[in-house]
């Protein structure tokens, strides 16, 4: 696929963070996460009619991104990558664009540049990556339990490979967060013990998103509420109980010495790490207020 550009000035969730562009280097991903949000959205994600009817089963990749990012990069974006797919989706393996992309990065860095992923695959361009002056990777790391990784995103690695992937990026030096999003079934107090010793950072996250705390735009796909409630995993979509699990994390990550946030003010950790200091209230209570209200 030949695209007319590749920065997209951001909007919504992302632009609340202090993102103002964002990198998608394809369309659809062979991830395929039964929770992915991606799908909602229709055309105004930049799909195809055949990219939400099937998504996760193919992918289209931007083969001139690398072109148009020497073209498009500015010493002043602050650039999340990606907010529509995943940069090290299994296709990648083949594919081999991100080399390009971050090769295009290397040579004129924006102010921030952020690579959201749940792929080990990235491990293959640690190298590159540490030639891009404030890069940040934020690494998705979903549950603690196995068995509802399986469930839920069968397609991705393992959680003890992803954590693993974060502590060889520490170790390389990269700037690496630990995102618990979207939050899955888990014991919150080990998923934030494992997530902090592998990142040695606060942690970023967000639970699935649902109607009654999100009432526009995308949201959790229907193929994970047909999981949850075949499992009996429904109280993981209710706005009560997904804070009272956020204020779970937040306590156990507060007892190590760390914090934790959610939504915007947690992705804003990786433009800036003093962008929010510590509040008295934290999103987790603020959204059970607003759920019980």
């Known amino acids: ?46 799909l195809k009619p055949d990219d939400w009817r099937r998504w996760g089963q193919f ?12 073209r ?21 393996v083949e594919r081999r664009l991100m080399p390009q992309i971050l090769e295009a990065v290397a040579a004129n860095p924006p102010h921030v540049f952020v690579i959201q992923t749940r792929g080990p695959l990235i491990l293959r361009d640690v190298d ?32 003890p490979e992803r954590l693993e992937a974060i502590r060889v990026l520490r170790a390389a030096g990269v700037e690496t967060y630990a995102t618990l999003a979207p939050l899955l079934p888990c014991d919150p107090e080990e998923l934030a013990a494992l997530a902090i010793e592998a990142s040695g950072r606060d942690l970023i996250g967000d639970p699935l998103h649902v109607r009654a705390t999100k009432r526009h735009g995308a949201t959790t796909r229907e193929a994970a509420f047909r999981i949850s409630e075949v499992q009996g995993h429904g109280e993981w ?14 306590s156990a990550a507060r007892k190590l010495g760390f914090g934790f946030d959610t939504g ?13 200091e510590s509040n008295p209230e934290s999103d987790s209570r603020r959204r059970l207020r607003r759920a019980v209200d």
């Open 72 to 92: 498009e990069l500015g010493s002043h974006q602050t650039i999340y990558c990606s907010p529509l797919v995943d940069p090290y989706q299994p296709a990648e």
């Open 237 to 250: 979509l209710d706005a009560a109980f997904q804070a009272e699990a956020v204020e779970r994390i937040a």
């Open 264 to 276: 915007p003010r947690g992705f804003a950790k990786l433009v800036d790490s003093s962008t929010y």
């Open 59 to 70: 992918t289209t990749f931007k083969d001139n991104a690398a072109e148009l990012l020497a």
């Open 1 to 46: 696929m030949i695209a007319r550009s590749i920065l997209s000035p951001t909007t919504g969730f992302i632009a609340e963070a202090g993102f103002t562009h964002s990198l998608t280097p394809a369309r659809n991903c062979t991830f395929g996460c039964t929770y992915c949000y991606v799908p909602t959205l229709g055309i105004y994600g930049g």
């Open 128 to 159: 590159l990556l540490k030639k891009i002056p404030r890069l940040r990777v934020s690494f998705s790391i979903t549950t603690n339990r196995e068995e509802v990784r399986r469930m839920y995103e069968p397609h991705c690695a393992p959680i």
